[in-house]
C-alpha cells in the first residue's frame, strides 16, 4: 500500500471505488441512500440472478483482481444470456480481507468500470464488510425480458435438437494451463478460463426459438442434464459432434483414448457458453445431439451409446 493513497474508511471506500460505477444511473441514488429504487420497465420481467466467488476456490490469490472483478461480471452474465435476457445493472458484496489492500481494491473496481462499460451496466448498491477468512464476493445480476419470455430449463421435449454455442472443453483446458499442465503457447486457453465471453448475442435466437437453454458452467454433460431434468426428457449427445477449438482438438488428439478426451472436455466446466434444445436449428449454435424421452444424459460415440458409470462411461 502506498503511503501517498491510503485506504479511506468505509464511506470513502464506497464513494471512490463504487460511486462511479453507477454511471449517474438515478435509481442508485450515488450510493447515498440505504437503497436503490427501480422503476419497473412496461412488458418485461427483472430477471435476477446470483453468483458468488470466494478466493482459493473459484480464483487463485495470485489472479489480478481486475480480471478477478472482470470474471465476477461475466459469469453471472452468462446465466442472462442463457435465460435471454438483456442485461440492465447489479449489486455488490464484496468482503475484503485485511491483506487485500487499497491497490487491489482499486484494480478490483477498475475491472468493474471496464466491464461495466463494455456491458452497459450501472452498480446500484451492495455491502463492504472486512472477513478474517479469504476474499470473498457475491454479485446479484439484474436484467430484462420481455413479460413471460425468459428462456426457462423446463420447455425441452422429444424431438427437439439439442445445440451448443462455441466451443466446449477450453476453460477446462484453460485451467489446466493456468496450472501448468496443458501447453498454451498463445494463452488462448487460459484467456478463456480468466475471462469468459458471456453469449448475449445469441438472445433474439434464444428467445424466438429455443424450448430450454442453461449456460455452460458446470460442463455441457452436467448443463445438459440439469435442462433433462427440468424438462423430464432425456438429452443424447453425439460426441463426435461437440465443436471444438484447434487448441482443444490438439490436445485431444495426442491423448491415449479419444473417447475419454473428448468426454472429460464435455465433462469439464466453466466454458460460459449456452446449451439448448429447438425444434430447428438455431443460428449461432452447433447441433449435438437430440432430445429423447427418457432421463438423464446418453453419450453417443461413433454410433455406440455410452451411460455414465461411477468410475467414467459404460457401453449403454
Ligand atoms: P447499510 O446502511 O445497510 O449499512 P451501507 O452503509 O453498507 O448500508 O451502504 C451505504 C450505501 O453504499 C448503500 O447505498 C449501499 O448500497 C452502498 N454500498 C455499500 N457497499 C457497496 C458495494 N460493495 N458495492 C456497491 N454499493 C455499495
Ligand atoms: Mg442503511
Redesign the pocket.
Known sequence: MSGADQAPD??GQ?ER??RP?TRGAPE??D??????AIPGRPGHDLIVTKDAMVEGVHFLPSDPPDLVARKLLRVNLSDLAAKGAEPYGY????AWPRTFGWEARKQFASGLAVDGERFGLV??????VSTPGPLSLSLTMLGWAPTGRMVRRSGARPGDLLMVSGTIGDGLLGLKAAHGDVSDPDGYLAGRYRVPNPRLDLREFLRATATAAADVSDGLIADAGHIAKASGVRARIELERVPLSAAARAWAAAQADLFEALSELAAGGDDYEVVCTAPRPLEGFTVIGAIEQGEGVELSWRGETRRPAKSGWKHG
Open positions: 468505509e464511506f464506497i471505488l463504487f460505477l442508485a441514488f450510493l447515498l441512500d440505504d437503497a436503490a449489486f455488490l458484496a464484496t452498480l446500484l448498491g451492495g455491502d463492504t
